[in-house]
């Protein structure tokens, strides 16, 4: 997709921006590529801890796999 072409190039050009990783995460788990939207966003949480939106994505992530349990988990640590 556009989107996807757009955010690759964007990372390829900006690997530190969490921003763009957390949005190619969307891309990606929009196209069910869970696995690929797990690892940008956990990486995202990692470089940047203060931006929830990363949690986020990783509990949308969980809910696409139907472990509400892991989603909860992301949802409350978003919340701390």
Same mark, same amino acid.
Do not use: H, I, M, Q
């Given at each position: 997709s556009s989107n996807e072409a757009l955010f690759s190039h964007q990372i390829r050009v900006s690997p530190e921006s969490v921003k763009t990783q957390i949005n190619y995460a969307v891309v990606l788990r929009n196209q069910h590529d869970l696995d690929g939207?797990?690892? *940008? $966003?956990?990486? @995202? /949480?990692? #470089?940047?801890?203060?931006?929830?939106?990363?949690?986020?994505? *990783? $509990?949308?992530? @969980? /809910?696409? #796999?139907?472990?509400?349990?892991?989603?909860?988990?992301?949802? *409350?640590?978003?919340?701390?």
């Open positions: 939207a797990e690892r *940008l $966003a956990r990486e @995202a /949480v990692v #470089r940047y801890p203060p931006f929830t939106e990363g949690l986020y994505v *990783l $509990a949308t992530v @969980a /809910v696409a #796999r139907n472990d509400l349990a892991a989603a909860e988990r992301w949802l *409350l640590r978003a919340l701390k």
